[in-house]
């Protein structure tokens, strides 16, 4: 009989022998050990060696009498707890005993310690398969040290078979408990509680969007991580940009608070402890690191031909990096991808506690508030469960539950792991809502509104809506999106679109940057509460001017990776003064206008020496984006361009910073929304590669009606023939000139007619928000059809 196993001698298809976890840790040391892959060593108890320790005494007469009790009715808790007990009453064979604790020294002997410390993992015969998830059922214990304590770490490990949680997801699963063995991996530690740890998918887990790899991170051991104690970093690394060493593909660092970290007990084992201020404000990662351990990962789902979830460890005595664990992710890729369900709020409330959105679905019911799962019986099914943390002790009352609210834990924590898989909406992290939120109160946890989730007070209506993207038709004319929130980009990426037709960078200044470009630059002008906000805003960049250049280009990357290759058109800001002004520190670097809606905004900022600074922080973002990370689909547009000098001027400005129309592809649009636009047509197309028609603004300006007054709100119509005309004159004359025309305005979504209007006109591209993009593609392909059947 074959009890231990070493890693080196196992492969992924071993599942049977010794588990998933295990299998695929053979895997990754004989196969992608040598492409470079750092594994930790280690060895694995079988299946056969899991039977042979059942048989012994009766112990599986006596297993299998206590879930006789349990179809009898009998408690799932005492059940459990019957079992484990008489799993932990009984010795490990013999000659089981023996083979660990030879394996356990030549471990040592060959790593050169005596009594090494080990990470001791169960791994279910039928973990990681497809059809069923079993991370974090069964324990691990990590700093296991000594042969006695292994063995004690084992005998508990096997016990882990029959935890509650465990029984309750095989029990929903229709598993046979005896039917599935435990195997026992035994691995050297990686010193990360002087280090790092995390978590890594190869695809973003909440969306599915397949191009990205999402890593977390935090200090110490992983298990702060993965059960959700710490908020951690999350890095995005844009997978098609990686091959390229010239190129920075991490599009985004985010520095979680960090608030606790896992490192060794004094006498074996761990504890938690409270981070440094110094670690709470310092990423985890370097670019180089995130970058190696995507590229890893990356390489393992290329082997495996699946997306990955995987673990990972940082020494903190060599620096070096190592993969841990690496298992088939089983929720995303089983989802339908030709269906896209969409859920929307239709109604208001009061938003209560704020944090990270799990899946994308809305669920109401009453507040249970518990701080433990052995309050299960008083949690009604459908209500909210509010609590600190999850771990899998809380999975049989998760899976009652219409949504889950957490105090902490990122988007790889146990709370989002499970609640993605039971398909429950979620929101993690929100710091304070078991404080926030009472017992029995009425709320509604909303998933829907991109990747910051909400509770709001009372049941506020919603509707679901499915769309069939496989019956979708094919048009000449592009179908773009309008997007503006960098966070919700990656949920659309299953909708067929053409690109982006409008990216407004203000949305990401006014939400993630917040301050206003010349309070950085120049802080001696800003009130002393200003500049205490700026300071708070801006911790962690000695030079305050990288704080904006870094948000601004975190987030029109993530906007750009979600459409490649194709085209992303990103408009500079078009914040009139009075908006400005409303940025931290904006007051003192804007004047007060009487009509800002024509006034001092888009390109005549740009040149002007009040607000050139500024715009060269906007354009050094933009390159960024373009040069360093690679997404050259990102296309420059200029808003509220009067003249062709105008132009000139803001086209020289650009160059001066690194982005002149033309070098390494960039492509620079210009809004068409103001009858100069349109009238001088050809001198704008001498200048411009393409233009993109601002329907509001060119109806307000053409027909002389204030586009916000309720007064004239009968006299504002795009479908007025003196638009209309405008547009059909603007997309001849750009034709003409081989220059692209689209359209980036709402009424396309609210009339079909005015949408057969575009495309009679010849019109290139139309460019709506993502809910309305099936509808208008359908009126697109009935325009050409009738058009074609005209011609």
């Not at 909708?495 to 006014?510: H, I, K, N, Q, S």
């Not at 547009?727 to 079909?752: F, K, M």
Request: aromatic share 6%; with cysteine.
């Amino acid at each position: 009989m074959r009890r231990v196993i070493r890693f080196a001698d196992l492969e992924r298809g071993d599942v049977g022998l010794v588990g998933g976890k295990n299998a695929s840790l053979g895997e990754l040391v004989g196969h992608l050990g040598p492409a470079g892959v750092r594994v930790p060593d280690g060895f694995a108890t079988t299946a056969d060696a899991f039977r042979e320790f059942l048989a012994r005494g009766g112990l599986r007469d006596e297993v299998a009498a206590q879930f006789d009790r349990l179809r009898e009715g009998a408690p799932l808790a005492d059940v459990g707890a019957a079992v484990r007990a008489a799993v932990l009453a009984t010795p490990l064979p013999e000659a089981l005993a023996g083979e660990l604790t030879d394996g356990y020294a030549r471990l040592g002997r060959e790593a050169g310690r005596t009594d090494p410390d080990v990470a001791v993992r169960s791994s279910a015969t039928a973990e990681d398969l497809p059809e069923a998830s079993f991370a974090g059922q069964q324990e691990t214990y990590l700093n296991v040290r000594g042969p006695e304590a292994l063995l004690d770490a084992c005998r508990r490990c096997f016990a882990s078979l029959f935890t509650d949680r465990a029984i309750d997801y095989r029990e929903r699963l229709g598993f046979d408990h005896l039917a599935v063995a435990l195997s026992v991996g035994v691995q050297l530690m990686v010193r990360s509680d002087l280090g790092g740890s995390g978590v890594m998918f190869t695809l973003d887990p909440e969306s599915g969007f397949p191009e990205a790899v999402v890593v977390s991170a935090a200090w110490g051991l992983g298990e702060t991580v993965v059960s959700g104690q710490v908020d951690p970093d999350e890095y995005l690394v844009f997978k098609p940009l990686l091959k390229d060493p010239g190129l920075d593909p991490v599009l985004q660092a985010v520095c979680g608070p960090k608030r606790h970290k896992s490192v060794y007990g004094d006498e074996g084992l761990t504890r938690i402890v409270e981070t440094s201020a110094e670690e709470r404000g310092a990423l985890v990662l370097d670019h180089g690191e995130v970058r190696r351990l995507a590229e890893w990962a990356v390489a393992v789902e290329e082997h495996y031909g699946c997306p990955m979830d995987l673990e990972w460890a940082k020494d903190g005595r060599s620096g070096q990096l190592f993969v841990v664990q690496a298992r088939p992710e089983t929720v995303q890729s089983r989802r339908r991808g030709a269906v896209l369900r969409r859920y929307r709020l239709t109604g208001t409330g009061e938003r209560l506690v704020d944090g990270i959105a799990v899946g994308e679905a809305v669920g109401a019911g009453p507040v249970s508030k518990l701080s433990s799962p052995v309050e299960i019986g008083r949690f009604p099914a459908g209500a909210v469960l509010v609590t600190a943390i999850t771990d899998p002790d809380w999975e049989p009352l998760m899976k009652r539950a219409s949504a889950i609210v957490t105090d902490h834990g990122g988007r790889t924590s146990h709370a989002a792991i499970v609640s993605r898989e039971l398909g429950v909406p979620a929101v993690v992290g929100t710091g304070r809502a078991t404080e926030v939120l009472d017992d029995g109160q009425e709320v509604t946890v909303s998933c829907a509104e991109g990747a910051d989730g909400h509770v709001y007070r009372g049941r506020v209506d919603f509707e679901e809506s499915e769309t069939d993207l496989g019956s979708l038709p094919a048009t000449r004319t592009k179908v773009m999106l309008n997007l503006a929130d960098p966070a919700a980009a990656f949920r659309w990426w299953r909708l067929p679109a053409d690109g982006v037709g409008l990216a407004r960078t203000e949305f990401v200044v006014a939400h993630q940057v917040r301050v206003h470009p010349l309070a950085l630059l120049h802080p001696d002008r800003l009130s002393p509460e200003d500049r205490r906000l700026v300071d708070a805003l801006s911790d962690g960049h000695p030079d305050r001017t990288e704080y904006f250049v870094d948000r601004l280009a975190q987030g029109v990357a993530r906007i750009a990776a979600s459409r490649w290759p194709d085209p992303v058109v990103v408009r500079t800001s078009d914040f009139k003064t009075n908006e400005y002004a409303r940025l931290v520190g904006g007051a003192p670097f804007e004047p007060v206008e009487a009509n800002p809606m024509i006034g001092w905004r888009g390109a005549s900022r740009y040149y002007d020496d009040r607000y050139r600074e500024g715009f060269a922080l906007e354009c050094r973002a933009l390159r960024r984006v373009r040069d360093e990370m690679g997404l050259t689909n990102l296309v420059v547009m200029i808003p509220f361009c009067r003249t062709p000098e105008e132009a000139d001027r803001v086209l020289a400005v650009m160059a001066e910073n690194g982005l002149a129309r033309g070098r390494n592809g960039l492509r620079v649009f210009v809004m068409a929304e103001i009858p100069a636009n349109v009238l001088l047509a050809e001198e704008f197309a001498q200048r411009f590669d393409g233009f993109s028609v601002g329907s509001n603004d060119l109806t307000q300006l053409t027909l002389g009606v204030d586009r916000d007054s309720d007064l004239l709100a009968h006299l504002f119509d795009e479908s007025n023939p003196a638009v209309t005309r405008s547009i059909e004159t603007l997309i001849a004359t750009a034709h003409a000139a081989g220059r692209h025309v689209g359209l980036c305005g709402q009424r396309p979504s609210n009339d079909p007619a005015f949408t057969r209007f575009l495309v009679d006109a010849g019109i290139d591209s139309i460019s709506v928000t993502p809910d309305s993009f099936a509808a208008v593609k359908q009126q697109v392909a009935a325009a050409e059809h009738a058009r074609h059947r005209t011609d």
